[in-house]
């Protein structure tokens, strides 16, 4: 059989396989009898379906008065699954409704099979859970009930002695003990978990929960305990959480309501009140797909309204080690919302700060490094202003120390002003930025002062700029200190892959007591030149401004004066290896070097030119 009640959006279909009526049917006053066996299908209630084949069973005895049109159940025992209730009491006929006075009672009641008659919907998270325990019920049902009246319901129920665990886990939660009420009365609806405790072989924790109004909610919730995270995941098995351990010591509570209806806003929950704290000890946690695990997690969050404070807070990460103490602002709307942002502002300081690491998104199964993966995406939800005072940066190659700075991000825009660091043998001053706005590229910017840095190691902590041709000026080729102000713009993917054509550096560079040496370009001088000499090039000093663009270095006509010759160099070289150098000599001085040889002195040296003041140019 099957009635659907449009009104209410509700369905009830069962198979009876076996039904019996006991009665004087032909008296004002008689006992109705009844008891069936039957098969519950389905019972839909809104979007929800419960008790879907599910065996059932009725024992039903009651009292009809057909003259006063009331009704008295003596006996009334249904049993659904392993779901047993007694219901007692009255009801009485009134025009288009039922006056119910009705009491019900169920003892005992397995918690496990409890459980199994949840809504498909909550069954399907919850079928790896095994339970024991008992849960009981005591509740009343009172007053009209009809299309436009719906009784008072109280009830008080709870759970005795249960066990929670997850099968195939090593932990489960023990000792769950809680009782609440609930009741739908107008002025004291709302529903209560008074006290809610529960423990395992290293935990224990207590709460408690009230929903007062169901037209005009208002939540209260208080949570605490001393809590072993491994144990937490083993039972919970959150599905993004690879591992999770160490202690976590709560305190909380919490307290809102929505502005107006019944749903909960990104205002609302700017709007709750929360206080208390969650201090870690020992902490790991590592997330699946990720390349590394958070580990030495220590400190404590206070929490104050919709924000927090992290207080000595310090983990590691990547092979870095973290300490923060901040203000956030916000969370709440951030966690419930899609929207509302969240805002940081505090300190973070770092023995080391593995950028290498942190940034590696995945390895390749080889292990080696140049199989790293990088992956940079700067959250759009999040607004960041932290002091940051570093003692030493790694990434790739390049290492820094004594870094310290301003960094803030705000509309997926990283910006670092000011920032200076030791690096190199020298110092490093200026700002940058770092701009993800764009879904599929990043734009960065620097302005950057640089002093006395060691250009040997420049080149090698820059990886020669990506170029390893023997025409080209590598970290082998270099020595010196070098003094710039650089000018830098360029576009790189999210996987920290530069656009070689979106490169533009305007430099301006002085280079002291520096060396070229093996610079192979420099060998078609060794007609006039011993290649001896060519091989190792000393000069004082060399100054010029050295633009990039378009995948092309371009260097402006500058003067070397060497211990090889003195002579004048400019010229462009791309990144495709494309060099085109011009070199200007003085014929005058590269004579008096070869004036011990016995050579023509002509035309021997190529195209000679007068500069107007009697030396010669080549």
């Given at each position: 059989c099957r009635y659907d009640d449009k009104q209410s959006k509700s369905t009830y279909e069962a198979d009876f396989h076996s039904l019996d009526f006991t009665g004087d049917f032909g008296k004002d006053k008689y006992d109705f009898g009844t008891e069936a066996d039957f098969m519950v299908k389905k019972i839909v209630l809104g979007k929800s379906t419960y008790f879907k084949n599910n065996p059932g069973s009725i024992d039903l005895v009651i009292a009809i008065d057909n003259q006063t049109g009331k009704y008295h159940v003596s006996k009334g025992k249904l049993k659904i699954a392993e779901l047993g209730l007694d219901v007692t009491g009255t009801f009485a006929e009134q025009p288009k409704n039922y006056m119910l006075d009705l009491i019900v009672k169920g003892d005992d009641i397995d918690l496990a099979a409890a459980l199994s008659l949840l809504p498909s919907s909550f069954t399907s998270d919850i079928s790896n859970i095994e339970s024991t325990g008992e849960f009981y019920i005591d509740g009343t049902i009172k007053g009209l009930m009809?299309?436009?009246?719906?009784?008072?319901?109280?009830?008080?129920?709870?759970?005795?002695?249960?066990?929670?665990?997850?099968k195939g886990g090593s932990a489960e939660l023990n000792n769950i003990s809680m009782d609440g009420i609930f009741s739908n009365a107008k002025g004291n609806d709302g529903l209560q978990i008074n006290s809610f405790k529960a423990s395992s072989e290293k935990s224990k924790f207590t709460g408690s929960f009230l929903l007062k109004n169901f037209e005009r909610p208002k939540y209260t919730t208080k949570l605490s305990g001393h809590i072993d995270l491994a144990e937490l995941q083993s039972v919970l098995a959150i599905d993004t959480i690879e591992t999770a351990s160490g202690i976590l010591d709560l305190a909380f509570e919490a307290s809102g309501s929505p502005s107006k209806g019944t749903s909960l806003t990104a205002r609302d929950f700017r709007a709750?009140?929360?206080?208390?704290?969650?201090?870690?000890?020992?902490a790991v946690l590592k997330l699946k797909e990720q390349a590394f695990a958070v580990d030495s997690i220590n400190g404590k969050l206070k929490f104050d309204g919709n924000n927090v404070n992290a207080e000595g807070f310090t983990f590691r990460a990547g092979n870095s080690d973290l300490a923060i103490n901040a203000s956030i602002k916000n969370l709440l709307g951030y966690l419930f919302t899609e929207k509302e942002a969240l805002d940081i502002n505090g300190k973070l300081v770092s023995k080391n700060l593995n950028l290498d690491a942190l940034l590696n998104s995945e390895k390749a199964?080889?292990?080696?490094?140049?199989?790293?993966?990088?992956?940079?995406?700067?959250?759009?939800?999040?607004?960041?202003?932290?002091?940051?005072?570093?003692?030493?940066?790694?990434?790739?190659?390049?290492?820094?120390?004594?870094?310290?700075?301003?960094v803030r991000l705000n509309n997926q825009r990283l910006i670092a002003d000011p920032i200076s660091f030791r690096s190199m043998d020298g110092s490093i001053s200026g700002s940058g930025m770092i701009d993800g706005t764009r879904e599929d590229s990043l734009l960065i910017t620097c302005s950057a002062d640089i002093a006395s840095v060691n250009i040997y190691k420049l080149f090698y902590q820059m990886e020669n700029f990506g170029q390893e041709d023997d025409t080209t000026i590598t970290c082998n080729n270099v020595r010196g200190s070098l003094t710039s102000h650089v000018n830098f713009a360029s576009i790189w993917g999210n996987d920290l892959n530069v656009n070689e054509k979106k490169i533009y550096t305007d430099a301006d560079v002085t280079i002291t007591n520096g060396e070229l040496l093996n610079f192979k370009p420099l060998e078609s001088l060794s007609r006039f030149i011993k290649l001896d000499e060519l091989k190792a090039i000393k000069f004082k000093s060399l100054h010029?401004?050295?633009?990039?663009?378009?995948?092309?270095?371009s260097m402006p006509k500058m003067e070397i004066n060497s211990s090889a010759i003195n002579l004048t160099m400019s010229g462009t070289h791309d990144f495709d290896n494309m060099v085109d150098y011009h070199f200007i000599v003085d014929m005058d001085e590269i004579r008096a070097?070869?004036?011990?040889?016995?050579?023509?002195?002509?035309?021997?040296?190529?195209?000679?030119?007068?500069?107007g003041g009697h030396r010669t140019r080549l």
């Open positions: 009809g299309d436009s009246a719906t009784p008072e319901v109280f009830a008080k129920f709870g759970i005795n002695s249960g066990t929670l665990g997850r709750f009140k929360t206080s208390g704290s969650a201090t870690f000890s020992g199964q080889t292990g080696k490094s140049e199989d790293t993966a990088y992956r940079l995406v700067l959250p759009e939800r999040l607004r960041l202003y932290l002091s940051t005072k570093i003692d030493h940066v790694l990434f790739r190659k390049f290492e820094a120390n004594d870094l310290s700075g301003a010029n401004n050295i633009e990039i663009k378009n995948r092309v270095i070097k070869k004036a011990k040889a016995a050579k023509p002195q002509n035309t021997e040296f190529g195209i000679e030119e007068d500069d």
